[in-house]
C-alpha cells in the first residue's frame, strides 16, 4: 500500500500512520531501530529504498527517507508511506524537502518527529555525503553513521575525507564489502605454521577505497611492511600476497568473482569473492549499533602503508 500526501507535514505523516494502523493493522511494532536515507531526490531512491527494505527482514525498522529537492523552490514538504508488500518488514515514510527543506537543520528538523521513541536511529548517505557526517545535522541525530565513498562522484576525495573527519560510530560500505577478504585472510593465518609475517603487497584498482583499506588493516593488524600497488587487471581489491619464511600466502582475484587462496604445503582453493551488493553490506552494518573500531584503526592504518609504482600481474585462473 502506497499513501502520497502532497504539501504536508509531519504531523499529518503521524495522523495518518497512526490511522492506517487502527484501521488496518498493517503496521506492526515491533522496529528495533529508525533508518534514515538521505540522498538527493531522483538519485537512486528506489535502489536505495530496495536494499533498506531487503535489510529489514533481518532488522525491522521504521525506514525514512530524506529526499533533497531543488533549493531554489518554495518551502514545501511532500510525503508518501509504504506499508505492507511496498515496504518489506518494516514501514517506510519518504519525504521530499524543498526550499529551505533541502538541507540543513531543516531537513533534520522534518525527521525528528518521525523517529521511533527509545530506538537507536542509523544514518545512510547511499551516494554522496557530508565531508564529516558526524557533524551533519541528521548525522548529529544518529548513533551510526553509513557512507559509501564508492558510490560517491569522486570514492578518492570522499575516502579521504572519511579518514580525515573519522567519529566513533561512522562507518562505509566500502569496508564492509572486505568482510569476505579479511575472513579468509585471518582463517589463513590461524592454521599451521603460525609465523609471523614479515611483509605484505596488496593489489588493486588505482582508485578503490576498499584496497586502501585493506591495506591499513593489515598494517595495523601485522605490524608489518605493507605496500599498496596498482593492479594490471582486475575490478577493485586483486590480490593480497603476505610474505612468511616458510612461504607467501596469496589471496588473488583476478576476474572479480572468483578467488584463489594459495598457502604452502596445500591444495590452492577456490573461494566466492564476487563484490557484495549492497543490501548485503546495509543488513551486515546494520547487526551492530556499537562503534567500529577496527574500521577506525584501519582508516589510521593507511598513514602506514608505503606505495608501489610498478603493477602487479595476477595470471587469468583456468576454469573460474
Known sequence: MIVDLPSTTTSAVNRKLVEMRASGGALTMGRVLTLVIVTEDGAGIEDAIAAANSASHE????I???????????????????????????EVIVLRGYGQLAGGEAAAGMVMPLLLPDAP?????????PAAPAEDPVGRLATRRITDALAARNPM??????????????????????????????????????????????????????????????????????????AASGPGVVSVRLE????????????????????PGQPDRLV?????????????????????EIYGAALAGVSKVTRGRTPVKVPAMAGA
Open 59 to 62: 532488522h525491522p525498522c521504521r
Open 64 to 90: 525514512i527517507v530524506l529526499a533533497y529537492g531543488a533549493r531554489k523552490a518554495a518551502p514545501r514538504m511532500d510525503a508518501q508511506i509504504r506499508v505492507g508488500g511496498d515496504a518489506g518488514a518494516s
Open 121 to 129: 536511529v542509523v544514518a545512510w548517505w547511499p551516494n554522496e555525503a
Open 157 to 230: 576525495r570522499a575516502f579521504e575525507h572519511r579518514r580525515a573527519n573519522y567519529v566513533a560510530g561512522d562507518t562505509d560500505l566500502t569496508w564492509t564489502r572486505l568482510t569476505p577478504w579479511r575472513a579468509l585472510l585471518a582463517t589463513a593465518l590461524d592454521a599451521p605454521p603460525y609465523e609471523p609475517v614479515t611483509s605484505a603487497v596488496v593489489a588493486g584498482e588505482a582508485i578503490s577505497p576498499s584496497t586502501e583499506l585493506l591495506a591499513g588493516w593489515l598494517a595495523v593488524r601485522l605490524d608489518a611492511k605493507v605496500k599498496r600497488s596498482p
Open 244 to 263: 612468511r619464511r616458510s612461504g607467501a600466502v596469496e589471496l588473488v582475484r583476478p576476474d572479480g568473482k572468483v578467488g584463489r587462496l594459495r598457502q
Open 272 to 292: 566466492a569473492l564476487a563484490r557484495r551488493e549492497v543490501r548485503d553490506c546495509l543488513a551486515e552494518e546494520l547487526r551492530r549499533l556499537d562503534p567500529d
